[in-house]
Structure formats: structure tokens, C-alpha cells
């Protein structure tokens, strides 16, 4: 049947060019036949212009690509082919030659050329074309095989393969319509008609990813999709505020983040956040990121313990032999009271070693040892307001030291309370109680009155301490200088006073009392020290000191800003 053709071409290359039917003048504007594409520029729409040869030659040139593109069709190259054949057609254009190219196309599958070439076929076989031989094919029966292979042709899925990293996702193909033309997962074979498609590509707990193929018809595709986790926010901040920040990720590694306060976004998943400060115990939590989520932590470090089993020794050998030796003192027999304080100092040094854990906490030993002076001061003082006798006295403060430190050391344990507390409660209950003892030296009370103040000032104090401790976080460095500044406002306050007393015993005018001097320099040395120090520990307090004038003329010194 081939040989007829070649025959037939060879023959109508000598025809005159009146023979030869006219093609389609523009059809790179038609459409192709399959969704979304449009004819491809074909080799025949752009053919170059004929060499000046005279007509004989020119259709033995024809005839000679022609041929050679037969040959080489039979072959098997069939680029080869093409070339030869779309040069005989652009020499002289006969229709059959357009089915020749289709063919060479669609061996080579690349089925869009082929489809339009076989329609160019369709559109120029002539109405009145006859066989041109008595083995060739009618022409009419042959276009209309051609336009029934078109269809087929049309019809030949695409296999698009979506892999993806992470594996699992679902992959979704919608057309130039936003129709969905294909559903599947990660590596399925998505049979889909010759087109531009958009893929999307989702997993959870990932970002969905989008992107566009110009699918061709009957073709194999792979595309490769690396997916994105979604992203929750991570906000941590810490107390101590310079504590330094470590993240564990998922994979095990774990990196240095910042310093006190951190904020970040991270896949989804589980992680452990860590901080470490100095003189601070670790401080670690595990936690979930979750898509699209924000996540505040906060991580409050516990200062390291300090234990205070040496101080404890220390002060209940000192306060065993003390209180032995005053409760002693109800016998009046002075022996005895030396024996009982030597036995005191024995049984307290050997009590307190055996007894005290060698981990005690450092706040428990502090408390106990502010309890037991509490205790004391409490109990003698209760008695002298009944009693000037010292051997009923004497004995009510070895029983105070006793009791306030058994109720100290219980409460220490079960409170757990830390060493700045205690220092906090300590200082309230001696600067509680100095503040009453000045009381009563300034108005030269009596006894009753000059306990009765004491105990004021001791309960005073030791309340406002427990109240400290409720509502702010002092450490015990802080407290210790603010008991620094109470001695150094006493000390100026005797200097003051010695000035005074000096101008006004030469003026021979009456001397200002020595105690009202010691009390005011003592308060102003505390509220000075507590503002200069507001910022060592955390919360911030926003106090400033103020000075202001009463209406008689009264210089007032006093704090003042936001708690």
C-alpha cells in the first residue's frame, strides 16, 4: 500500500500546483481537540521559501525528501522522517504527505502533532480524491478512518506519579474549569486526559502545596513535592529573667535558643524547653507545638537548696545552754543555773547534730532559729507584763526558745519555706520589736507599757514579714542589706542626735531625746535601703522615696509608687 502512495506522490509532484488542494490559512488559532491546549505551530506553517530551481528540478528535490522519508520511516527514525517529509510537503504541499507526518508523530508519541497533522489530513483530502492505484485506499474512506483516530488519539490518558516527602499525602488534579479531574495519594498512577491541570498536594499537619502541568496526551509525568510542616508560635519566658534557653527538637538535637525570654515558630510536634541560671536548679517542660497555635510558657527556676544544718548547730547549742540556764533560774540556787546552762550546751550541740538532717533546708534552719527568738521574746515579755520577778521571767524565755524553735522547725518543714522568706519574716520580727523598745525608751514608759509595746512591735513586725512574703519574692541578699540600712540609719541617727545635743546644750536649750533620733534614722535607713533594692529581685516594685510637709510644718519622709 506504501509503495502506491510513494508512487502516486512521485507522479503528482509533476502535476501542476493547480492540482494540489488548498490548506487551512491560519490553524494555529484553532482549537487541538483535548482540554485546554490549542493547535501547535506546526513545521509546514513556517516552511521557507523554495529554492530558485525550474520546476522539474524543484519536484526531483521534492521527490528525493520524499522518498528518503519513506526510507527512513521503515527504519524506524522517525524524527528523521519527519524532517524529510515536511520538506518534500513544504515543496510541494499534497495532502497524503500530512497523514505520512502524523504517523512519523505518533510512532514517536508525541500524540499532539500527530493530532494535529491528521486533522490537517482530514481537512484537505479533496471531495472528488480518487484511488491512485487499484491497491491504494479510497480517499474518502481513508479520511474518515483518520478522523475515527483522531478521536482515539484524543482520548489517551496521561499518567501523572506525585511523589512526595513526607510520604502519605493526597493528591488532587483540577483542570483549567476547576473541575477535578483526578484524586489519589502519594506515588498513584492519576489517569487524566492532555491538558494544564493545577496539582494540589495535602497532608496534615502540613502545608498544602500548589502548582501547575501542562499535561501532554498519552505521557508518562513524575513530579517531585517536598512539603512544609504548618507552624505553631512558641513564646517562653523565664524567672530568673537571665536564665539561658535550651529547645530539644523531635530529631533529639538540642540547641541553644536565648537568653530569658524566647519567640519563635516551629513544625508541629513535640519538643522540651530547658533553662539553666546560675545558683538556680534546672527548669525543664515538654510540650506541644500545634499548627497554627500560639504556646506561652513560663519556666520559674528554684534557687538551688542551701542547707543550714551547721548555723542550726551552732545557734541550738548557744540557745540549749541559754535556756537551761534560765529556766534554772527559778531555783535561785546559782550552781545549779551554771549546771543547767553546761548541761543545756551539751544536750543542744548533741540534740541538734543527731538530730537535724544533714540536708535540712536552709530556710527551715533560718525559721527555726527566728521562731525560737520570737518565742523568747514573746514569753518574757508576756510574764513582765504580770511580774518583775526574774525567776519566773527568766524561765518563761528558756521556755520561749525552746517552743518558738519546735514550732518553727515544724513549720519550716511542712512550708518549705526558702531562706528569703525566712530572712524576710526574721527581719520584720527584730526591726517589729527594736521599734517598740524605742517606743518605750522615748515616752520612758514603765514596765507593763515598755512590754506591752514590745509585743506590739514584735507582732507588727513578724505579721508585716509573713505579708512580704505572700505577695513579693525577696531574696535573702536583699533582705540582708535592708537590715544594713536599718543599722546604718540607727548609727546616723545617734550621730545626728549627738550634733544636736551639742548645739543645743551650748544654746542651753532642751536636748532632743536620743531614742526619737535612733527610731527616726532607724526607719529612714529601712525605707531608703528597701527602695534602693527594689529592683534586685523580681517582681520590679516602682517606689520612689518622698518628702512632703504637714500642715503644722512637719517634715514628712515616707515611699511612694505603684505595688
Known sequence: MRVWVTLAVSALFALAPSAVHAQPSDPRTRDAGFIGKEVPILEIDECPANPPLPPDELRRVGSEHFERGEVLYVQGDYSGAVIELVAAYCIQPYYTILKDVGQAYERELDYEKAIAYFEKYVLAVPKDAQRTGPCAPDPQVDRDN???????????????????????????????????????????????????????????????????????????????????????????????????????????????????????????????????????????????????????????????????????????????????????????????????????????????????????????????????????????????????????????????????????????????????????????AVWGTATGILFAGSFDADRKVTSGLVLSGLGMGTLGGVLVTRYFEVSRARAALIDVGGVVGIFIGLGIEGVVSAQTNANGSKTESQTNYTLGGMITGLLIAGVLTRNMDAPQVNVAPTVSKTQGGTTMLGVGGAF
Not at 498512577?189 to 492532555?194: D, P, S, T
Open 146 to 428: 483518520v478522523a475515527a483516530r483522531i478521536k482515539v488519539l484524543q482520548n489517551l490518558r496521561a499518567k501523572v506519579r506525585v511523589n512526595t516527602d513526607p510520604a502519605g499525602a493526597k493528591i488532587t488534579l483540577v483542570d483549567y474549569q476547576g473541575v477535578v479531574a483526578a484524586r489519589g495519594g502519594t506515588g498513584d498512577e492519576l489517569a487524566v486526559l492532555g491538558g494544564h491541570y493545577q496539582v494540589f498536594v495535602e497532608r496534615e499537619g502540613y502545608r498544602t502545596e500548589q502548582s501547575e502541568i501542562d499535561v501532554g496526551i498519552g505521557k508518562p509525568y513524575t513530579i517531585f513535592s517536598t512539603l512544609q510542616p504548618r507552624k505553631g508560635k512558641l513564646r517562653v519566658r523565664t524567672v530568673p529573667y537571665d536564665a539561658r534557653l535550651f529547645l530539644k527538637y523531635p530529631s533529639g538535637d538540642t540547641v541553644a535558643i536565648g537568653t530569658g525570654s524566647y519567640e519563635t515558630e516551629l513544625p508541629s510536634g513535640k519538643y522540651k524547653v530547658s533553662a539553666e541560671a546560675s545558683g538556680y536548679l534546672t527548669a525543664s517542660r515538654e510540650i506541644d507545638i500545634l499548627a497554627d497555635r500560639d504556646t506561652p510558657i513560663a519556666l520559674d527556676l528554684p534557687p538551688e537548696p542551701q542547707f543550714g544544718r551547721r548555723q542550726l548547730i551552732a545557734y541550738a547549742t548557744a540557745a540549749g545552754s541559754f535556756a537551761a540556764g534560765s529556766i534554772a533560774a527559778a531555783t535561785e540556787n546559782n550552781p545549779l543555773i551554771v549546771g543547767g546552762a553546761g548541761a543545756g550546751l551539751v544536750a543542744g550541740f548533741f540534740g541538734s547534730y543527731f538530730a537535724a538532717p544533714r540536708d535540712i533546708p536552709l530556710g527551715t534552719s533560718s525559721l527555726t532559729i527566728t521562731s525560737s527568738l520570737v518565742g523568747a521574746t514573746l514569753l518574757y515579755n508576756s510574764a513582765s507584763l504580770f511580774t518583775d520577778r526574774n525567776e519566773i521571767r527568766f524561765p518563761a524565755l528558756g521556755l520561749g526558745l525552746i517552743g518558738g524553735g519546735a514550732v518553727g522547725a515544724f513549720t519550716g518543714t511542712r512550708l518549705h519555706i526558702k531562706p528569703g522568706d525566712a530572712a524576710v519574716i526574721n527581719s520584720g
